[in-house]
């Protein structure tokens, strides 16, 4: 049985790496189609989801991208004045080490993070609630190709959801951006 059969909330959260370095599979800066505006953006090597129709299959070996230590990556993403996106790969198989980036980059800067997984919001919220509270903009969900849907921004397919976290976490109720 392949990893897309299994229930998002019985994948073992104990799979990640530590916290100190990052698999990077890239970073591009200034660009313009990971959130508003022009951000610079982190592509985490490695995804443990294996969705059905996966586009990105070349990210699902960690070991496919560049180990870095983090303030290697936090140098990269932050050498001009451009809000920050985290994508993968799925970035929370490398959890711990996402949550340590999000902080040094709340407690150095202003920047809004946004971050893409294929986890659920609540899924995040169970397993690292941590990470909430540096995250301004959460995709969430796997992409499902038969909700694809190519009029949507930001994400492909219509069970992934662009939630606005504080409104979120201050509400009790989920927040979309487009709501
Ligand atoms: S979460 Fe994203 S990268 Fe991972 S298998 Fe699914 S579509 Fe591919």
Same mark, same amino acid.
């Given at each position: 049985?392949?990893?897309?059969?299994?229930?998002?909330?019985?994948?073992?959260?104990?799979?990640?790496?530590?916290?100190?370095?990052?698999?990077?599979?890239?970073?591009?800066?200034?660009?313009?189609?990971?959130? *508003?505006?022009?951000?610079?953006?982190? @592509?985490?090597?490695?995804?443990?989801?294996?969705?059905?129709?996966?586009?990105?299959?070349?990210?699902?070996?960690?070991?496919?991208?560049?180990?870095?230590?983090?303030?290697?990556?936090?140098?990269?993403?932050?050498?001009?004045?451009?809000?920050?996106?985290?994508?993968?790969?799925?970035?929370?198989?490398?959890?711990?080490?996402?949550?340590?980036?999000?902080?040094?980059?709340?407690?150095?800067?202003?920047?809004?993070?946004?971050?893409?997984?294929?986890?659920? @919001?609540? @899924?995040?919220?169970?397993?690292?609630?941590?990470?909430?509270?540096?995250?301004?903009?959460?995709?969430?969900?796997? @992409?499902?190709?038969?909700?694809?849907?190519?009029?949507?921004?930001?994400?492909?397919?219509?069970?992934?959801?662009? *939630?606005?976290?504080?409104?979120?976490?201050?509400?009790?109720?989920?927040?979309?951006?487009?709501?």
């Amino acid at each position: 049985m392949t990893a897309w059969f299994m229930d998002n909330d019985k994948l073992n959260p104990l799979m990640q790496t530590d916290a100190t370095s990052i698999s990077v599979m890239s970073i591009v800066h200034s660009t313009s189609v990971d959130g *508003i505006g022009l951000r610079n953006a982190l @592509y985490t090597a490695g995804c443990n989801l294996q969705c059905e129709h996966c586009h990105n299959r070349e990210s699902w070996d960690i070991e496919s991208g560049t180990w870095q230590t983090l303030e290697e990556v936090y140098d990269q993403l932050n050498v001009d004045f451009f809000p920050i996106s985290i994508l993968g790969g799925e970035p929370l198989m490398q959890g711990d080490a996402i949550i340590a980036l999000c902080r040094m980059i709340k407690e150095r800067t202003a920047k809004n993070i946004w971050l893409w997984t294929g986890h659920t @919001y609540e @899924y995040v919220q169970s397993h690292y609630p941590e990470l909430l509270s540096y995250i301004d903009v959460l995709v969430d969900g796997r @992409y499902e190709e038969d909700r694809h849907d190519e009029t949507l921004l930001w994400r492909g397919s219509s069970n992934q959801r662009v *939630i606005d976290v504080p409104k979120t976490i201050q509400t009790g109720t989920i927040v979309c951006l487009d709501d």
